[in-house]
């Protein structure tokens, strides 16, 4: 890549999506799963035969679930472990973060989450965009370490954030490395790049594929509507399980 060329992270939930972006010219994948929810932590195999199919780095999303960014100590669990696993199975990076109730960083959670990186970079995923004053949040990710933030500059895309990411980039100083992410395309990115003085973009890329199943079930459905709930989320209740258990005759 020439020196001054703009870095390409392809943000990929599967082994062909990787492959795919590594021909396309990307020069970084985060590997992740369920982006219908922002992303989670992906699976095992995925990780370990992307790391045999493409010769770029990866960097892993490490996120126990979709809505928040609020962890409890089960969930700080599953995701140290999930960063271990990561680093065996030859990972180049994590991506993670964690917040407080309050809309600061969660200082504490997140020390723990790059400890359990390290040596590998850290990136703070887009949580940073959930924050309530992104430059103090930002001065805290410096302090901690952290060698890089996603951001879409807390808009619902990064051309609409384009200004807000500019301020990122001066304050920063090029203490650490800003990305920008968010519904960046090849109809924008070059205008975010130069509104923004950004050196990494992070893209999707995608094109619909159409399932080669040639008989189709219409009656049935193994996914709902989904529309994004990032205060709310759906946990399994104790009650509804006794009721439904106490409703069965036998």
């Known amino acids: 890549m020439p020196q001054n060329a703009t870095l390409i992270e392809a943000c990929v939930d599967s082994v ?4 795919a972006a590594e021909l396309g010219g990307a ?3 985060e590997l992740c799963d369920n982006l219908v ?3 989670t932590t992906p699976s095992a195999g995925t990780m370990s035969l992307l790391r045999k199919r493409v010769r770029i780095g990866i960097c892993i999303l490490v996120r126990a679930r979709g809505a928040d960014f609020v962890y409890s100590e089960d969930e700080m669990a599953v995701m140290l472990h999930d960063i271990t696993l ?6 180049d990076g994590i991506v993670c973060g964690a917040l407080a109730t309050d ?3 969660d200082i504490e959670r997140t020390k723990q989450l790059i400890d359990a990186t390290r040596p590998l970079p850290f990136t703070f995923h887009r949580a940073f965009d959930m924050t309530r004053d992104p430059i103090a949040a ?4 410096i302090d901690l370490g952290v060698d890089r933030i996603l951001t879409s500059g807390q808009a619902s ?3 609409e954030g384009a200004d807000a990411i500019k301020r990122c980039v001066q304050h920063s100083a090029g203490r650490i490395q800003i990305l920008a992410g968010g519904g960046i395309d090849e109809d924008s990115v070059a205008e975010i790049v130069a509104r923004t003085g950004v050196k990494e973009v992070h893209v999707r890329g995608t094109l619909p594929v159409e399932s080669r199943m040639q008989w189709r079930n219409h009656s049935a459905a193994m996914g709902k509507p989904y529309v994004p709930q990032e205060y709310l989320r759906m946990v399994t209740s ?3 399980i006794r009721a439904i258990r106490s409703r069965i005759p036998w």
């Open 16 to 19: 062909d999506s990787g492959v």
């Open 27 to 29: 020069e970084r994948l």
């Open 37 to 39: 929810e922002g992303g």
């Open 86 to 91: 990561a680093r065996d199975y030859g990972m």
């Open 103 to 105: 809309g600061t960083i």
């Open 138 to 141: 930002l001065d805290q990710l």
């Open 157 to 159: 895309t990064a051309l």
């Open 238 to 240: 104790s009650e509804r």
